[in-house]
């Protein structure tokens, strides 16, 4: 499975875009790229995944770029409440499991 | 989606005993896991419960500390047995609905705290 490689730590205020990359250098063309949010005392929460390009949905956006050697998790307008450490997985289409690696612990101030 | 309850929510155990934590899911689920995640930390993988045969075990981890039961589609019990103070930690199940296993979700945690 791809490494990935993500900042520890990120701050930002409300109402600010909030962009979280993730390198995945050695992705495979069966890979998928997946991202979690955990709040605290919570469990993760699956937010948002995509192969290529651009997906976006009520929560996020996630930019691939064509070599899909990183990828971007995009908050809009984030809030207090988007205070949570985010994760950024590979994973490989028909693998029985999913490895989580540091993530990112963000921290919206008012 | 699926709405997945953990029992108990919390609990403060004596070392050299054991606890079993239930995972029960509303709807019947394709896979279930059980996660460790220590304070301020990521999730570790302990195993894939399997219905009807032995659960599949992550390297570091053994049946004989973590026993896992999966009798039927929605519902498994993970068991932390003669416990020390290192297995303090938050026990997590998750599923999945579909056939994609990087689609999960996962209950709410349990807390051990092992004194």
């Known amino acids: 499975l791809a490494k990935t490689t993500q900042p520890i730590s990120m701050d930002s205020y409300e109402g600010q875009e909030v962009n979280i990359t993730c390198s995945h250098n050695?992705?495979?063309?069966?890979?998928?790229i997946t991202w979690y949010q955990q709040f605290p005392s919570q469990g993760p929460r699956f937010i948002i995944q995509g192969y290529k390009t651009k997906v976006t949905n009520e929560v996020a956006s996630l930019f691939i770029p064509a070599d899909r050697k990183s990828s971007t998790l995009s908050l809009p307008r984030v809030s207090l409440s988007d205070t949570a450490v985010y994760y950024c997985l590979v994973w490989r289409r028909g693998a029985s499991k999913i490895i989580f690696g540091s993530g990112t612990r963000l921290s919206i101030r008012p | 989606s699926a709405v997945i309850s953990q029992k108990p929510s919390r609990d403060i155990c004596q070392r050299g005993t054991s606890l079993t934590i239930q995972c029960q899911v509303d709807s019947q689920v394709t896979m279930m896991f059980w996660y460790r995640q220590q304070p301020g930390q990521s999730l570790t993988l302990i195993a894939t419960?399997?219905?009807?045969?032995?659960?599949?075990?992550e390297s570091g981890f053994v049946i004989d500390k973590f026993p896992i039961s999966r009798p039927n589609l929605t519902f498994s019990t993970l068991t932390v047995s003669n416990m020390s103070p290192e297995d303090s930690s938050i026990y997590l199940c998750?599923?999945?609905?579909?056939?994609?296993?990087?689609?999960?979700?996962f209950g709410p945690g349990t807390r051990l705290t092992v004194t």
């Open positions: 419960a399997n219905q009807g045969s032995e659960a599949t075990y």
């Open positions: 050695n992705i495979a063309t069966n890979d998928y």
């Open positions: 998750s599923v999945t609905t579909s056939g994609r296993v990087n689609e999960q979700y």
